[in-house]
């Protein structure tokens, strides 16, 4: 007679069948965890349950998202967390990130300011004068006091040297520069409207970075030539070595100061003997821009360096950008003293221009 089995135990059979059918979509979620409860309670159905349990919510946890490990998130690169670059350094290419390509007409870079204003003078120079012999203009000349008054500048990098430990500066570039400003007597219709004046200044510069991010960022050695082109007795020109130190401070203020000595020259060919003594011979550039650029005022003062018979000039300099763009700006300028220009260098006069001035960097 066939016998069978007791209904408890046939029970706990198939709560074990039904648990492993369960459980059996979770073998690959449990693996392993759950061949260890089987092996751990073999014939205690209640322990092994448990444990299935724990060890599905473990599997189940471990399959959420988990965060990530406290690792730094990498920088974002792109221009929006590039330095700001500050007027001397994008002036002086001070850290070296202008294009070298040499095809392209991108590596000529502004230099000094270029504008476009029409300028009044108070006094204008209807006679000019030098105590070069003969060097005078007998007849008064016929000019107007209004005129329009141009000057473009720019500079080449001719060579450069990182890392030159020289004196604690850490850079050097050279830089070959071009200066040109013209007057012209552009409503002067009766005269044909000519060229009052032009005055040609070429130089070759020599900046040593110092690296430093505030104070002094460079040392210029300049040799620069300045004359107007014009025949005897109206011809004016100079030759000139200069040092020049370039502060800045908060990425708005800079100053640039700089002393220069004169080449002497032939007595006899000399133009201008006394240009210094009104021209004089050092200057300074102090430069404010508000960090959202929205305006510009440069100051320059000139100066002879004498005790007795002092002479100097001061030009300022303001322009705001307009809807055209930052390339293009409102300019207004202010004149006061000798020296406006090179056929004024010894005639004292106040100017006034307004006009656009165009982008420096």
């Given at each position: ?60 946890v471990s399959d959420l998202p988990q965060p990530e490990d406290d690792e730094e998130t990498p920088p ?286």
């Amino acid at each position: 007679m066939k016998k069978f089995n007791h209904p408890a135990r046939l029970g706990g059979s198939l709560l074990l069948a039904l648990s492993c059918l369960e459980f059996a979509p979770m073998a690959h979620a449990g693996g392993e965890e759950f061949a260890l409860c089987a092996k751990k309670y073999p014939d205690n159905n209640a322990e092994r349950l448990k444990c299935y349990d724990n060890a599905q919510a473990a599997a189940t946890v471990s399959d959420l998202p988990q965060p990530e490990d406290d690792e730094e998130t990498p920088p974002a690169t792109g221009p929006a967390l590039i330095a700001e670059r500050s007027y001397l350094t994008r002036t002086w290419n001070l850290d070296d990130r202008t294009s070298h390509d040499e095809s392209k007409l991108g590596r000529l870079v502004p230099h000094r300011q270029s504008y476009l204003l029409v300028r009044k003078t108070f006094n204008a120079n209807n006679r000019p004068v030098s105590p070069a012999t003969g060097n005078s203009t007998l007849v008064p000349e016929d000019i107007d006091a209004l005129e329009t008054k141009f000057q473009l500048s720019f500079k080449k990098d001719i060579g450069s040297q990182k890392d030159t430990n020289f004196l604690n500066f850490k850079t050097l570039r050279v830089w070959a520069a071009y200066t040109q400003q013209s007057n012209w007597q552009m409503l002067n219709t009766r005269n044909s409207s000519p060229f009052r004046e032009t005055n040609y200044e070429p130089e070759l510069i020599a900046t040593f970075g110092t690296g430093d991010a505030s104070g002094l960022k460079l040392v210029n050695l300049g040799l620069v030539h300045q004359s107007n082109g014009k025949r005897f007795p109206e011809s004016r020109s100079w030759n000139r070595g200069y040092l020049q130190g370039g502060w800045e401070w908060n990425n708005s203020m800079s100053i640039l100061a700089r002393g220069w000595w004169r080449i002497p020259e032939n007595s006899l060919k000399d133009d201008n003997p006394d240009i210094a003594d009104y021209i004089g011979r050092a200057d300074l550039v102090a430069r404010w821009e508000p960090a959202d650029k929205s305006q510009a005022v440069a100051v320059l003062l000139r100066n002879n360096l004498r005790w007795t018979q002092n002479r100097g000039f001061m030009q300022i300099d303001w322009s705001t950008p307009i809807a055209l763009g930052n390339a293009v700006r409102v300019h207004a300028q202010l004149t006061s003293g000798f020296g406006e220009s090179l056929i004024d260098y010894n005639h004292r006069q106040n100017t006034f221009g307004l006009g656009f001035s165009f982008r420096e960097w």
